[in-house]
Each structure stands twice: as C-alpha cells, then as structure tokens.
C-alpha cells in the first residue's frame, strides 16, 4: 500500500469527490481543511487498509476498488461503491477496530485523520464544524443499521421457512426425519 499526501487546488472539489456525501457536509472552507488533513491510499489486493484490533483515527472513503470486511477470518461485508465511507466508528467510540478491511482488488481510498482535524478545530472553538462531523457520522450510521436490520428480519424469515420445511419434512412417512440423537456411551479416558 502507498500513500501519498492529497493535493487540492483550494476551493475545487475534483468530479470523483463531488458525489461523496461525506465531503458534501461541509462549507468550502471547511472542506478544504478536511482535503489538506486527507492522504490518497493506493491499494493491491490483500493490503490491510483497517486491522481489527487496532487503534486509530483516520475516517476512510472508497474511490475505486472493492474491499472485503472481515471479522477474524469470516468475510461479514463487501465495499465496492465509490464514495462509500467506512472506519467511522473510530470517531465516535475511540475504540479498537472491530473488523479488517483489505483490498480485494487494485482499490483507491481517501483517509481523512479526524485526529488532526480535531487538532486543527477544537470542538470549544468551532462547534459548527464538528456538529457537521457528526451529523454525517450519524446519519451514515442510522443507515447502515437499518440495513443490518432489515438484513436480519429477511434472514429470520428465511431460518423460519426452513424449520417450517423440516418439520413438515419429517412429518411424512419416507421423507427426512427429525434428528434424533443416540445416547453415547461412556468411554473411560
């Protein structure tokens, strides 16, 4: 993974970050100082952008690419579509990373160190700007958890339809039938 410091011509927002919502949160002068506080990340497959476990204060965009989101070794999530933001956590709970991110393929991201923009504009001194933050944040988490809820009511249904398949299953003569299980004998060690 490289990474290389983002240059900007102050005032101009480049066509490929003008539809991330994220960047749309704040005022041109705000959003210059987000860009100047931001680092290009050049991925290949398999680089580590986010360690699980890890402490850290960068915010992440995807400009190109796909990413894949692991938990220990078990793929939870893909992020594949330009502008998506991940890592956001790390702004409001200042706790480990509760997954890894890696590339799956050649991927492009924009990390902004909220740190630094934290150093740069205390929360005492400019509210606006840390209000616009987090209201972005919570939005983009409200979302995603909507759709994690909605993920999980279609996957209940579909555990419910299966147990109502397999109990009507081992109903019928000739058909499957209900696990029973055998009593084991005791073995000495």
């Known amino acids: 993974m490289k990474e290389y410091a983002y240059i900007h011509e102050e005032g101009q927002l480049p066509a490929a ?4 919502p994220f960047l749309n949160s704040f005022t041109e002068e705000q959003l210059d100082e987000v860009l100047n506080s931001s680092s290009l990340l050049q ?25 894949e989101v ?9 992020i594949s579509r330009s502008g998506d933001v991940f890592g956001e956590l790390a702004l409001v709970n200042r706790d480990k990373r509760a997954a890894s991110v890696i590339a799956s393929n050649r991927a492009l991201c924009l990390a902004v160190d909220q740190k630094f923009l934290q150093d740069i504009h ?4 400019d509210p606006a700007f840390h209000a616009a933050l987090f209201e972005f944040v919570a939005r983009l988490v409200a979302k ?4 994690t809820s909605r993920r999980l009511a279609e996957v209940e249904k579909e555990l419910r339809l299966l147990k109502e398949e ?6 019928v003569p000739g058909r ?4 029973q299980p055998r009593r084991l004998r005791r073995v000495p060690i």
């Open 176 to 179: 499957v039938r209900k696990f």
């Open 17 to 20: 970050l003008s539809a991330v």
């Open 122 to 125: 205390p929360r005492e001194e």
């Open 70 to 78: 692991r938990v220990g070794d078990k793929k939870v999530a893909s």
């Open 43 to 67: 991925c290949d497959e398999g680089d580590v952008i986010i360690r699980e476990g890890t402490i850290d204060s960068r915010i992440y965009i995807l400009l190109s690419g796909e990413l």
């Open 144 to 147: 995603k958890l909507d759709a």
């Open 166 to 171: 397999a109990g009507k299953a081992s109903a």
